[in-house]
């Protein structure tokens, strides 16, 4: 399959744990990043390879995975983290990347 | 610092094309892809392709063979992509982004607005 499944929206209580899942048959083989996106601005690299952190993204942020699941957890949700979520990955052939179809994450 | 500068808004009427170029600074151009994103306003992340501006190779989306061409011009670190017969369902904000690794884009360029009007 060449498709990433993620869950529309999801919201989490300020100071709270929230995890956000992106599933696809290609997880088995290739690991997902994860980009944040706020409105009007382009998307940025919050999570990459096994659970890499680029420069400058808080250590809230967090993947992991497993099976046909990876997953991005935000320990101590603060408000700015209020945006757009979306996975990629490779597609099962290895040649071709896909993004999931994105989760609005909301903060209460 | 690592930098992606698109060009500006273009609008086209139907049946026309649209090159959206991308300027690198900050890294050595030839040692990483460039691939090309679209979103259309309100809708998610849509991958179109990929380049190598080593070799010029190029891997493009299904849904975008035989209407995107990417190119690149390694003496001023510039990748283009190219979309031909636009529709109006190709109105989208247009982005460019290197690729690092198996499949993160990191940074990404600030987007182009293409909109397709009659």
């Known amino acids: 399959s060449s498709e990433l499944t993620q869950d529309p929206a999801v919201s989490v209580a300020l100071g709270q744990t929230v995890r956000i899942t992106c599933q696809g048959d290609s997880l088995r083989s290739y690991y997902a990043s994860w980009y944040q996106q706020k409105p009007g601005q382009a998307p940025v690299l919050v999570i990459y390879g096994k659970n890499n952190r680029p420069s400058g993204i808080p250590d809230r942020f967090s993947g992991s995975s497993s099976g046909n699941t990876a997953s991005l957890t935000i320990t101590g949700a603060q408000a700015e983290d209020e945006a757009d979520y979306y996975c990629?990955?490779?597609?099962?052939?290895?040649?071709?990347?896909?993004f999931g179809g994105g989760t609005k994450l909301t903060v209460l | 610092q690592v930098q992606l500068v698109q060009s500006g808004a273009e609008v086209k009427k139907p049946g026309a094309s649209v090159k959206v170029s991308c300027k690198a600074s900050g890294y050595t151009f030839t040692s990483y892809d460039i691939n090309w994103v679209r979103q259309a306003t309100g809708q998610g992340l849509e991958w179109m392709g990929w380049m190598n501006p080593n070799s010029g190779n190029t891997g493009y989306a299904q849904k975008f063979q035989g209407r995107v061409t990417m190119t690149r011009n390694t003496s001023i670190s510039t990748a283009y992509m190219e979309l031909s017969s636009l529709r109006s369902e190709d109105t989208a904000v247009y982005y460019c982004?290197?690729?690092?690794?198996?499949?993160?884009?990191?940074?990404w360029g600030q987007g182009t607005l293409v909109t397709v009007s009659s």
């Open positions: 990629n990955s490779r597609d099962s052939s290895g040649n071709l990347v896909v």
């Open positions: 982004a290197r690729r690092g690794g198996s499949n993160w884009f990191d940074p």
